[in-house]
């Protein structure tokens, strides 16, 4: 069984660009949750998605958005990148909402 | 009342020895507590978890400890090895808010030989 797939693995991009980071749970799957992996913050919650609804939502700024498909794919995008976006982005599935988390080897994003 | 505090921040055991990771929560909503490894560049991977109906938890090597009245559960990794070598994360998270895990800052744990 495939485990989690994000593309892609590394981004750099440049201060006040946008990016979309992608994120295939595994199959059967229907909630994503997406989380920032920083040094200084530590592992902080982005948002989660279920059945293509967004069903809890982090604080972070609304430059940071996502959505999910009907295939339960989901996407993350980041507007008007700051060099405090720099992070790794990971996303994890579940079955459902109240089960176990499974992530994704995460996207390395830089902004220069 | 969100947060989850870990410690120690790192940790350096002998090969064969006992690795123990402590994490409290303040808030009793918490009903789910999972503990995750993180190798330098992969994305955290399921350990073991534990809900508040039990004490403890035994999967091979690692067990957690759960003290809910003082609101602390701990990790411990019996006859630790060289592989275990990694950074460990504790979580919490509430039924009635789906998927959101609230992590503990982590601990690097190191295993020399």
């Known amino acids: 069984k495939a485990g989690v797939t994000q593309t892609p693995r590394y981004l750099i991009k440049t201060r006040g660009q946008q990016v979309t980071l992608s994120c295939s749970p595994i199959?059967?799957?229907?909630?994503v949750s997406w989380y920032q992996q920083t040094p200084g913050q530590g592992l902080q919650f982005l948002f989660e998605y279920f059945s293509e609804t967004q069903r809890n939502k982090g604080n972070f700024p609304g430059r940071f958005s996502g959505r999910q498909f009907s295939n339960s794919r989901s996407e993350m995008n980041v507007s008007t990148l700051e060099l405090g976006d720099s992070a790794l982005y990971l996303c994890?599935?579940?079955?459902?909402?109240?089960?176990?988390?499974?992530f994704g080897q995460g996207t390395r994003l830089t902004v220069v | 009342q969100q947060q989850v505090k870990q410690s120690p921040q790192s940790l350096i055991v002998q090969k064969g020895g006992i690795s123990i990771i402590n994490c409290a929560y303040e808030n009793t909503a918490f009903d789910y507590f999972p503990w995750y490894q993180q190798f330098p560049g992969k994305g955290p991977a399921l350990l073991i978890a534990i809900r508040p109906d039990v004490s403890e938890k035994k999967e091979g090597r690692f067990t957690i400890s759960f003290n809910k009245s003082a609101k602390q559960f701990s990790l411990h990794i019996m006859d630790s090895q060289p592989g275990d070598s990694a950074t460990y994360f504790c979580a919490a998270s509430m039924s009635n808010q789906g998927g959101k895990l609230i992590f503990g800052q982590g601990t690097e744990l190191s295993v020399k030989p």
């Open positions: 199959s059967g799957h229907r909630s």
């Open positions: 994890a599935s579940r079955w459902t909402m109240n089960t176990e988390a499974f």
